[in-house]
């Protein structure tokens, strides 16, 4: 006996003890169906080869069926468990596995023919004849397994596209669009499919199901689309989440590029410095990068160079960004535009950095600070904090990075246009910028050494004479410490102090006036710093260029003049308390005392 008579004749057998007979193929003719006159529902909705699946159908009014037997799709299957209800008929059956399918395999899609051979008591018999059967044909729908397999994007060309998201897999509903659940990172979208339902769900969010196997959404956020992951469900089945591989891919692509053209700019204006331009040197240490932002008569970082050169970039970069994503990704090929408020928000930058060159010419420079430029240089002038450059610089660091950041997480696939800089931002960043330059002209000018000479010996001026004049009258026995210091607005009334070694430190010996020699031809000996040459460039006569200290020596001071080859640092601390900081070398041809 084969293995399919065995299981017929145990479905026979299934069969005879409830009470019902398996169909034949007589029972289940072939051909075209009736049409359906009763409304059929199974579960689940997506069943199996071999698997066990509930039928509901719902009677007429005072309909009665006695089920004997069923088949499905021509082949026999055994009812289970028949409940006949008030106007509703409820069983269950085994889905027949036909030769050619394996069990467990997904009964295929679409429309099913489901035969019941049954007895109806509703209708009377003749004497001695058995019930009334009849067949009934009635059809059902399994619906089709949905499947999402990618999700891509279609780039804008122009101003007047729309950014679309293009889901493909199988399984969406054509007819039924609404069946079409679709879920961003599990949140359900808000997606109408025709005028009429976008008007009525107030939704911004355009679906269109344009076959089994592809689904286009207009108006989708560009970054959601890129940042999370897309499911489509239908009737409570999901998909597998997927993400837009190729956004991140574009995006991560088109960011890198930016960047590597606008190093390439600045790695050629740093060529350009280093090929044609000698580096500075600074206390032996070289300078080639840095040096685009370094004052060279201070030798600080300029914070007016320093906002020129960040909003460049910006501007450079937004640029260059844009660009990339137009020719590249979009391929609409051309020079884009330039945003609005980007060129204001540069000319402010470049204004500002001109400006502060003309007021250091009318005002006089920033006290140099410590011997090195150190990062403190752009909030601060002669090593004080100053309140005007730490707005200034806060605004430019914030304005520049802010810009910086929005443009690289704009999608390149959606972008037409740089963002434009607000009002807003080009307003504060005036009032920062004239509140720098406010600054500058308002504040002194702070010190600034060019030469420091020391030497041990009688004092140079004891011995000299103006032409016409006669000679000075003798000053104390030498000998002294001759201090000579060359630079721009050093006061006179500045604070002067010398490091024991070659950094500062607590010891310092500070060059009060007390341990100062008065000149020789002043006649109320007043013991102070000697102009020797006047900086005509400041209205304060107290301003020198170059300035001479002769000073008593002590069991402290001393070994400063007098130890040759021996490294120390002049510390100046104008009257507003602008400072510099200069390192000077005691030169060989000094000899101890």
Same mark, same amino acid.
């Given at each position: ?22 169909a034949?193929a ?6 075209t ?7 059929v529902?199974?579960?689940p ?21 006695d089920?004997?037997?069923?088949c499905f799709?021509?082949?026999?299957a055994?009812?289970?468990n ?7 008929l409820k ?5 027949p ?10 009964v ?13 008591? #509703? ?9 009334t ?5 009635e059809?059902?729908?399994v619906?089709?397994?949905v499947?999402?397999?990618?999700i891509?994007?279609?780039p804008l060309?122009s ?6 998201v293009?889901?493909r ?10 069946n ?20 009525l &769900?107030h939704?911004t ?20 689309e ?19 591989e ?32 000698r ?7 070289s300078?080639?990068?840095?040096a685009?932002?370094i004052?060279?008569?201070?030798n ?7 906002q ?14 844009l ?15 330039l945003p ?28 140099a600070?410590l ?19 730490v707005?200034f ?13 929005v443009?690289?997480?704009l ?7 740089l ?9 504060i ?15 002194d ?16 001026a004891a ?35 010398i ?15 007390d341990?100062?020699v ?8 007043i ?14 006569? #107290?301003m020198? &260029? ?17 130890t040759?080859?021996?490294q120390?640092t ?24």
């Open positions: 006996m084969t293995t399919r008579n065995v299981c017929l004749a145990l479905l026979v057998s299934i069969g005879v003890l409830l009470g019902a007979v398996p034949t007589e029972d289940c003719p072939a051909g169906p009736s049409p359906a006159t009763h409304r529902a199974i579960a909705e997506a069943p199996r080869f071999g698997s066990r699946v509930d039928v509901s159908i719902q009677l007429k009014a005072g309909e009665q069926l089920v004997k037997a069923i799709d021509s082949h026999p055994v009812p289970e028949v409940v006949i209800g008030t106007g509703s069983f269950a059956f085994t889905i596995a036909p030769d050619s399918q394996r069990s467990e395999a997904l295929p899609y679409g429309d099913h023919e489901l035969t019941l051979v049954a007895d109806v008591p #509703s209708v009377p018999a003749a004497p001695g004849q058995p019930p059967r009849t067949i009934f044909r059809r059902f729908s619906p089709r397994l499947r999402l397999d990618s891509d994007s279609k060309r101003a007047a596209d729309t950014f679309k293009i889901l897999g199988d399984g969406f509903d054509l007819e039924h669009k609404d079409n659940e679709i879920r961003l990172d599990d949140d359900p979208l808000d997606i109408c499919w025709d005028d009429a339902d976008c008007n &769900k939704s969010i355009r679906g269109n199901v344009e076959s089994a196997q592809r689904i286009t959404l207009e108006h989708i956020n560009p970054a959601e890129r940042a999370k992951a897309f499911r489509v469900c239908r009737f409570g089945k999901c998909t597998e989440s997927r993400q837009d190729g956004a991140t891919t574009i995006h991560v692509f088109t960011a890198l590029g930016a960047g590597l053209a606008t190093a390439l700019i600045v790695g050629l204006v740093l060529v350009l410095v280093y090929k044609y331009l580096p500075e040197v600074i206390e032996g240490e300078y080639i990068v840095r685009l932002f004052d060279k008569e201070t600080t970082y300029s914070l007016s160079k320093l020129f050169y960040l909003w460049t970039l910006a501007a450079v970069y937004g640029y260059v960004y660009t990339l994503a137009r020719n590249l990704v979009q391929y609409a090929f051309g020079l884009p535009p609005s408020g980007l060129p204001g928000i540069v000319a402010i930058a470049g204004g500002t950095a001109i400006g502060a060159q003309v007021v250091t010419n009318m005002n006089g420079p920033k006290g600070g011997a090195k430029p150190t990062l403190a240089d752009f909030v601060s002038t002669g090593d004080v904090v100053a309140a005007d450059r707005q610089f806060v605004w430019t660091v914030i304005g520049a990075t802010g810009f910086l950041v443009i690289a997480h999608d390149p696939r959606t972008l037409v246009e963002p434009s800089v607000p009002e807003s931002l080009l307003m960043s005036g009032v920062s910028a004239f509140g720098y330059l406010g600054g500058k002209l308002a504040r000018p702070g010190p600034v050494v060019a030469e420091v000479t020391i030497s041990v010996g009688p004092d140079p011995a000299a004479a103006q032409p016409g004049q006669p000679p000075a009258p003798p000053g104390p026995a030498g000998p002294f410490g001759i201090l000579e210091i060359r630079g721009r607005t050093i006061s006179a009334d500045a604070n002067f102090k490091s024991t070694g070659e950094e500062s430190a607590p010891d310092d010996v500070e060059l009060s006036f341990k100062l008065p000149a020789p031809a002043d006649e109320q000996k013991k102070k710093p000697r102009i020797i040459e006047q900086d005509a460039d400041s209205k304060d006569k #107290s020198a &260029k170059r300035l001479m200290l002769v000073v008593n020596l002590d069991d402290k001071s001393r070994p400063i003049f007098t040759q080859k021996k120390h002049l510390i100046i601390a104008n009257p507003d308390s602008q400072r510099v900081a200069f390192k000077f070398t005691v030169p060989e041809t000094q000899k101890p005392a």
